[in-house]
């Protein structure tokens, strides 16, 4: 599997198996075929109620922990230094694991509060019980206060990014301070279907042989941009996987790029309703 470097030295597959809306026995299926299949990054988080049945997948596939880089996230209604760190420890041991490999805030929330939980995570760096910490659904100016004081910067910013949203001025951004973005909702997520209608994609199916969907991740691949396809589809995991034997030409690029029309699916991170903290 290909890997980006982060910012704190560490290997990240470029692409890694989503687990939003897996549950029970179908993630841990998904996990298993897809640790069996080349996949050799997970993501998921306390939020999504599958870190046991993901820990199990894990378990089941024989692969070995090590040869795996694993991400979970810590969720909204946790607003504390001490919460933090029980939220972890509840993460890890759902997971069945002694680390993560990497562990993000999931939204940012006010910044008294982001701030306070990225503490006990720079802790939890220290003590190698994490490899790597970043942040997920921030948008500048949150990483900017962020930056301010933090000890450690975070490695990755987790965000929706996909061929109609694709987030250019939060790349650049990430980018100029050595944050690697990854991509969640890649495949446009529930509206996954609509990829094939886009005449540019389908076009680029055709010319190289390949589904939409692999042009789309493709296309972030190459701009250095980390994917997570989710799906608990055995012939999906696979096909999802199979964007490594081919290069999409600067040209090509290029006119992906003209598909960008700001059609955001998931709610930005300044309207999110953060009002059920405790
Ligand atoms: N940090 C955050 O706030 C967020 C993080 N995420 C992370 O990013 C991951 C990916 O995002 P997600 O929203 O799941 O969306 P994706 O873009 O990964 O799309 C997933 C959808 O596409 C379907 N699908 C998968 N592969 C194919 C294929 N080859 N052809 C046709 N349909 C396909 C899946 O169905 P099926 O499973 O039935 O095959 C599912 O319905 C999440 O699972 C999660 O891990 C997601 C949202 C927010
Ligand atoms: O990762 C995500 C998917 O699930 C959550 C809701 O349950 C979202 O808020 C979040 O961004």
């Known amino acids: 599997m290909h890997t980006i470097k982060l910012n704190n030295g560490l290997e990240i597959p470029v692409l890694g198996l989503g687990t939003w809306q897996s549950k029970e026995d179908a993630v841990q ?5 897809a640790l069996q299949n080349g996949y050799t990054h997970i993501d998921t988080a ?14 089941e596939s024989g692969v070995a922990r090590e040869d795996i880089f ?11 230094y001490e919460g933090t760190l029980k939220a972890f420890e509840d993460s890890i041991q759902k997971l069945q694991t002694s680390y993560l490999d990497l562990y993000l805030i999931h939204w940012p ?5 982001f701030k306070e939980v990225y503490r006990a995570m720079e802790e939890l760096y220290e003590q190698g019980k994490v490899k790597a910490i970043g942040v997920s659904n921030f948008n500048v100016h949150h990483l900017n206060e962020l930056m301010k004081d933090c000890k450690v910067t975070p490695v990755v910013n987790q965000v929706e990014c996909h061929v109609k949203y694709q987030n250019q001025f939060l790349n650049e951004f990430c980018n100029s301070h050595n944050i690697t973005l990854q991509a969640y909702a890649p495949m446009m997520s529930w509206k996954v279907g609509e990829l094939a209608n886009i005449d540019v994609v389908s076009k680029l199916a055709e010319k190289y042989g390949k589904t939409p969907t692999q042009i789309a991740l493709r296309w972030l691949i190459q701009r250095d941009i980390i994917v997570l396809p989710k799906s608990v589809t055995p012939s999906r995991i ?4 199979q964007v490594f034997d081919f290069e999409l030409s600067d040209e090509d690029m290029a006119e992906l790029r003209w598909v960008n029309d700001g059609t955001r699916l998931f709610i930005e991170p300044d309207n999110m309703d953060y009002g059920f903290y405790k």
Do not use: F, M
């Open 29 to 33: 299926k998904a996990v298993v075929h």
């Open 70 to 80: 694993l991400t979970s996230k810590v969720w909204n209604d946790v607003s504390t």
């Open 46 to 59: 306390a939020v999504y109620e599958n870190e046991k049945e993901v820990g199990d997948g894990i378990i």
């Open 238 to 241: 696979e096909e999802n996987i």
């Open 109 to 113: 929330g006010p910044y008294a509060r």
